[in-house]
């Protein structure tokens, strides 16, 4: 059942978290509170007096996100030793990279003073959230839903879209959301770059895999695109989870080969790629495509669209079964050719070499029939 739409009316730009105060068996008394300007800085200060001098002030900060081991960072505190001190951190995020709207850092703090007291706070909590916009939500089956242009029907369509593509890839893959995912909806990819700090000037939607956070910029004019890119990062987050292990990430065809699979049929301008490199025969190998893709775009696009294919392919010719299996091979850490072994009987060179075979050699075609013509090469029709 959809929760209802609760709307976030957010006053300030900044958001404070603040303490009550805490004492010490030892005598030092501390109030802290952390102040966000997004997406540039995270500000923790304190304020901590004794009936002596308070010599060391250490902030302690751990990030909630998926990983194998909790990790808490320590930041010494620069201050004037005094009796009544007040100090503080700042976490500049041009230096670390940034963080998504909306994820929770934990934080506290430990004091000393002269006379050998310590004071340890107890653990507080800040969201870093992105309050240049009054937000929107909508919620279900471990789905949440942020978004500031539109009405309730815009969120409902994006909420929609996202569960209609979890089932997809359950029923293609056996794949599942095991965590957690919340989107924010931007009004523009203007708006989406603004959030980040080191941004590319292409970018239209990131999935933030460590954090369950997927931010994409979505007018309320443009919802077919926008819902295509809910399902491709949707799909990104939830392999992120299935084969989440400390040892091996999956070859880049498989992860965006699924991702392309499950927003629906191949577009025009990939299926058209493809058709011109079956036609010249100049496929790149499924060696290739297991790392990063070009930045030209014309490879770009060949590439994804081959990934699409192999992992098409895989599907129906293997099944659901088999690539659920495959992705938990991976989760166990299995390399790419001992993943592909262990499932299918095939390593990666096989693995191009079985799938080449089943593409259709033609002669050249004209740019309007290319889309028919891989179509056909990947089985989805009858010429």
Request: hydrophobic content about 45%; proline content about 4%.
């Amino acid at each position: 059942m959809i929760k209802k739409i609760l709307t976030v009316v957010m006053v300030l730009c900044l958001a404070v978290l603040a303490a009550a105060p805490v004492r010490a068996q030892g005598g030092i008394t501390a109030e802290s509170k952390a102040t966000v300007q997004f997406p540039t800085s995270l500000a923790f200060q304190i304020s901590a007096r004794s009936s002596v001098t308070i010599t060391d002030i250490r902030l302690h900060y751990a990030v909630d996100e998926l990983g194998f081991a909790d990790v808490t960072a320590e930041a010494f505190v620069t201050f004037t030793p005094s009796a009544n001190v007040t100090a503080g951190w700042t976490w500049q995020m041009v230096q670390s990279g940034g963080l998504p709207p909306g994820t929770v850092v934990n934080y506290w703090w430990t004091v000393k003073d002269s006379a050998g007291g310590t004071l340890t706070t107890p653990k507080q909590q800040v969201a870093f959230d992105d309050a240049r916009f009054t937000w929107q939500k909508i919620a279900a089956d471990k789905l949440t839903v942020y978004w500031y242009e539109g009405n309730e029907s815009f969120g409902r369509e994006i909420l929609t879209t996202a569960q209609d593509a979890v089932a997809r890839l359950s029923s293609d893959t056996g794949a599942y959301l095991k965590e957690p995912v919340r989107f924010y909806i931007y009004a523009s990819s203007t708006d989406l770059r603004g959030s980040m700090i080191f941004p590319q000037e292409w970018t239209g939607g990131v999935s933030f895999t460590r954090y369950g956070c997927i931010a994409i910029g979505i007018s309320t004019a443009n919802l077919e695109w926008g819902k295509r890119a809910v399902a491709h990062e949707l799909t990104h987050m939830v392999t992120h989870q299935m084969t989440l292990n400390p040892y091996n990430d999956i070859p880049v065809w498989l992860e965006e080969g699924l991702a392309m699979v499950n927003e629906g049929p191949i577009q025009s301008q990939f299926s058209s790629a493809l058709a011109r490199a079956i036609s010249d025969k100049k496929l790149l190998s499924v060696q290739t495509l297991a790392s990063p893709f070009s930045a030209y775009a014309d490879v770009s696009y060949l590439s994804y669209a081959e990934s699409y294919s192999v992992v098409d392919y895989l599907i129906r010719k293997y099944g659901k079964d088999a690539m659920l299996q495959l992705l938990e091979a991976f989760r166990q850490g299995s390399t790419y050719d001992g993943a592909l072994k262990k499932v299918y009987g095939l390593d990666t060179k096989s693995l191009n070499a079985e799938w080449q075979k089943t593409l259709v050699s033609a002669p050249k075609v004209s740019q309007k029939a290319m889309p028919r013509l891989v179509a056909l090469a990947m089985g989805r029709l009858a010429w």
